[in-house]
């Protein structure tokens, strides 16, 4: 069974630092890996999508990395803002269908 | 373009009462995907419907739980005699195809049963 794992589960920063969260994976047979913001009380908002032959992506301050062989992902954030405050969600999709989230890192930037 | 909806967006029920929940795709996106967000299980997969196959009901908890798909588009989730253990976060999600493709998520429906 797939486990998706999140460390820290929660991370204060002060704004304007450069940051990193990990996603870990037990079974690395994997489809594709996606990185999710999800605000207080809203939906889930899809940040980067790595394929399972891909290295790395990378949107503005946003980059994420995947290696397969060790079941690792990480998200570095630059240049942190306040308006970067969420809850970050890792998930990995296998089969092509389902995700499995992990419980997910909970940012806030301090002004 | 306009991104998935959901309703309604909070639902407020009795336990032992039947609730629908209702999940509108993105236009000309095939898959569909059901999650329950709570806060002891995290985000976990409930039904997905790829165009007109058979869904994979595999996440559903138990036969309380059904989900339909009218015309390959707007989907139903029903769950029948709530139970206080079903109260949580209804996410539907969809995505243009089931090849790996970026799904994306609508706003959820929060379910309370009392």
Do not use: M
């Not at chain 1, 790395?56 to 079941?71: F, P, V």
């Not at chain 2, 165009?51 to 139903?76: H, M, W």
């Amino acid at each position: 069974k797939q486990e998706v794992t999140q460390i820290p589960a929660a991370l204060s920063v002060p704004e304007g630092e450069n940051l990193v969260l990990n996603c870990s994976f037990t079974d690395s047979a994997i489809y594709n890996l996606q990185w999710f913001r999800q605000d207080p009380g809203k939906g889930l908002t899809s940040l980067l999508l790595i394929q399972s032959s891909q290295r790395e992506q990378t949107s503005g301050r946003l980059n994420a990395s995947l290696d397969k062989s060790s079941g690792r992902s990480t998200l570095y954030i630059a240049a942190s803002q306040p308006g970067d405050s969420a809850t970050y969600l890792c998930a990995v999709l296998r089969g092509a269908q389902k995700l499995v989230f992990g419980q997910g890192t909970r940012l806030t930037i301090n002004p | 373009g306009a991104g998935v909806s959901q309703s309604p967006s909070n639902k407020v029920t009795e336990k032992g009462k039947d609730v629908e929940l209702r999940c509108d795709p993105i236009s000309g996106h095939t898959a569909l995907y059901w999650y329950r967000q709570s806060l002891g299980q995290g985000l976990e997969f409930l039904i997905y419907f790829q165009g007109n196959s058979a869904p994979d009901k595999s996440g559903l908890p138990s036969d309380r739980f059904s989900a339909e798909r009218t015309g390959g588009s707007v989907s139903t989730l029903t769950i029948q005699r709530t139970q206080q253990e079903d109260s949580a976060v209804y996410l539907c999600a969809s995505s243009f195809s089931s090849g790996g493709e970026t799904q994306y998520f609508g706003p959820g429906t929060r379910l309370l049963v009392l």
